[in-house]
């Protein structure tokens, strides 16, 4: 196979993986990203199996697990009644799988080394404004090219993506805290409290922050998108007041929070691109699909996407058009797949309706203890419900 000269806009997740990816693979690969050095935005994910797999094939995945904390379950209650709402396990008979929990700085760090080992070119200080003719355009003045690929992974604020989502009604407010174990919470699960769909609140232990010692939790609560100024005129004491009525287990963290600006607003929304590639320029993670991170698969579309892409420009011999295609398609109906099922969960957890809840609480959940339903609910969030390269081989 021919070495490449390839541009990559934006060192997210997807960014790092495919550097890596593309890197081992011997081509030549060029990183910009617009911060003067590289660096995590965010605060808790979930790495799914199918990430850690991608991982793993990187070299990334033994520091990932180092830094990061296995969660084997996610349960959560209705805050007024107690009655549990979601519980999904990812140890199935016969395959003991896990998800992990992991601040975003430590899988950046754990991409950022293995895309530097692997001997990318990374160039801070260059956001990326435009591409035409096999060149890239930055902000302040100043072109590089020409490359023979340029893929776009610089994220929701893409500047070269078409890609027109449509706003979510909710967001929620995040912030990391030190874990607490007079919480009496396990360490292995993911937690949640409801009040209908217009609250909610939970804790992820997320494991160790790069270069730290002591454990971390992620911390979050809805919250509607157009409400964080009036959140942020509330009183502090009202709000943690509230959060501890709702869920007493949540007092130890949130008495952590002495300042509003310790919680950071994340706003979503919910769109995909029919074709991931327009112009010369392929688009993966955010900047090509974007949905609710109510499945907990923002994480895991980005690594796939770069793994995806990666092995079909490996297949393709080069060929970058073909290779382009050959990503398409891999990833065309497991994209499609959870963006179907995120749009279908998130209104039950995340809005202002009062039938859905109510039809989440004493239809659906039961439902989903009835085999072969909680099978499904595992492999779902476990990543593989569908081939996640699809046909790709």
Not at 28 to 53: I, M, R, T
Not at 193 to 199: E, G, I, L, S, V
Request: charged residues 20%; proline residues 7%.
């Amino acid at each position: 196979m021919k070495t490449l000269e390839i541009a990559i806009a934006g060192a997210g997740i997807g960014g790092l993986a495919l550097a890596a990816a593309l890197r081992q693979d011997g081509h030549n690969v060029h990183l910009f990203d617009q911060f003067d050095a590289p660096a995590p935005v965010g605060s808790g994910l979930v790495v799914q199996p199918v990430g850690l797999e991608v991982l793993d094939a990187l070299g990334a995945g033994a520091t990932a697990r180092a830094l990061g904390n296995p969660i084997h379950r996610m349960l959560g209650h209705e805050a007024e009644t107690g009655r549990p709402v979601l519980d999904v396990a990812y140890d199935a008979p016969g395959d003991p799988r896990f998800g992990l929990a992991i601040h975003r700085a430590a899988l950046f760090q754990a991409l950022h080394d293995v895309a530097v080992q692997a001997g990318a070119r990374i160039v801070p200080a260059h956001r990326v404004i435009g591409a035409t003719e096999r060149r890239l355009r930055f902000a302040g003045g100043g072109e590089a090219g020409p490359f023979d690929l340029i893929v776009d992974a610089s994220g929701a604020g893409s500047c070269l993506s078409p890609l027109r989502a449509r706003p979510l009604g909710y967001g929620a407010l995040w912030a990391t805290v030190d874990w607490r174990p007079e919480a009496g919470l396990p360490r292995n699960e993911l937690r949640q409290r409801y009040r209908r769909a217009c609250r909610m609140l939970g804790v992820l232990p997320v494991g160790r922050l790069p270069g730290q010692d002591g454990r971390k939790a992620a911390i979050f609560w809805s919250l509607p998108a157009e409400a964080h100024a009036d959140w942020q005129a509330r009183p502090l004491q009202d709000w943690r007041d509230e959060a501890c009525r709702l869920w007493p287990d949540f007092a130890p963290f949130v008495a952590q929070i002495t300042d509003h600006d310790q919680m950071t607003m994340a706003r979503y929304s919910h769109g995909t691109l029919r074709r991931p590639m327009r112009d010369g320029v392929i688009f993966i993670g955010d900047a090509a699909h974007r949905a609710s991170p109510q499945l907990g698969q923002g994480a895991n579309m980005a690594l796939l996407d770069a793994w995806a892409l990666a092995q079909a420009l490996r297949l393709a011999q080069g060929d970058t058009q073909v290779a382009a295609l050959g990503y398409a398609r891999a990833r065309r109906w497991h994209v499609r797949t959870y963006q179907l099922m995120s749009r279908l969960f998130t209104p039950q957890y995340q809005s202002d309706s009062t039938v859905l809840p109510w039809l989440r609480d004493r239809v659906l959940f039961p439902l989903s203890t009835v085999p072969p339903l909680p099978r499904t609910l595992t492999r779902l969030v476990c990543g593989d419900l569908l081939p996640p390269t699809g046909s790709l081989r």
